[in-house]
């Protein structure tokens, strides 16, 4: 059951509002996280998962009841690759399920409250992509990221949050801003449902161009960032595409894009 659309703003403002920016511990978050792709396993969200004030979205739409959304079937999970945003005390996991009878690839972003290790999710905020969406393919998608390096980068290598996210937002202003300055890296491969651009060369590129013409900005955007491996999570409404539920994770290495990783929800536009 889903939300008025007019409550969609109030709810999500009073869910971050709650949220104390404070850095959590890397062994709480690493709980949480586990405790998430456990009930997504099962079918059966946790206690934490369903405890007052736990605030969840899907595809860009508040359900009231968790257990009616994704979190609600049981999953075989192939993969799932998780990234910690110790200073704003949130996580995102990618998961992929390849079983043919009901597959997905899913990018969750959560938020707590808290800090140190006394942490409370407040936020659970998913995009879900299965058969029907932007070129969806989720056994394509695992063997790309099977051979993908989403390693711990070396501490004096490591770029800064502010360099993180501010490509980010430069790759997803492209389409408001054909000149946006998006720091190109090759090899760069992007990954879009299940359709790849790298293809083993040290001059693959992720800089493969957009659709011509004036488009409106990608917004209400939502961020985890995590610079110990180079990377941010962007949840946000692809406004070119019908205002389509839209996930974007990047990898930097050394200031330049690596990796691209994109999920777009087009079967309920």
């Known amino acids: 059951m ?8 109030a709810v999500i403002i009073g869910a971050l509002a709650r949220i104390v920016f404070a850095d959590c511990q890397w062994s709480a ?6 405790d998430y792709i456990s009930s997504q396993e099962e079918g ?18 508040i359900v009231s009841d968790i257990a009616s959304g994704i979190l609600g079937q049981p999953l075989k999970i192939d993969s799932s690759r998780k990234i910690f945003d110790q200073p704003n005390c949130a996580t995102f996991i990618e998961i992929v399920v390849t079983d043919e009878e009901n597959p997905y690839v899913i990018g969750t972003q959560l938020h707590f409250d808290g800090s140190g290790d006394n942490i409370t999710l407040a936020l659970i905020d998913t995009i879900a992509t299965t058969t029907g969406d932007w070129l969806f393919n989720a056994t394509k998608s695992l063997g790309y ?18 360099t993180l996210k501010a490509a980010a937002d430069a790759y997803l202003d492209l389409w408001g801003n054909s000149s946006a300055p998006v720091p190109w890296g090759t090899p760069c491969r992007r990954m879009e449902g299940g359709a790849y651009t790298g293809e083993g060369l040290e001059t693959d590129s992720c800089n493969v161009g957009i659709p011509d013409g004036e488009q409106p900005p990608n917004s209400d955007r939502r961020y985890v960032v995590d610079e110990t491996v180079g990377s941010v999570s962007v949840l ?29 929800v087009m079967r309920e536009m």
Not at 29 to 34: C, G, I, P, R
Not at 44 to 61: H, M, Q
């Open 2 to 9: 889903f939300l008025p659309r007019l409550t969609l703003s």
């Open 29 to 34: 978050l690493q709980d949480a996280t586990d």
């Open 44 to 61: 059966k969200p946790s206690d934490l998962i369903l405890a007052d004030g736990v605030t969840y979205r899907e595809n860009n739409k």
């Open 145 to 162: 990221i099977e051979q993908e390096n989403w390693g711990t980068i070396d501490m004096d290598l490591r770029d800064s949050r502010e």
């Open 236 to 264: 946000c409404k692809f406004e070119t595409m019908k205002d389509a539920p839209d996930s974007h994770e990047f990898r930097l290495e050394g200031g330049k894009l690596r990796y691209v990783h994109t999920m777009t």
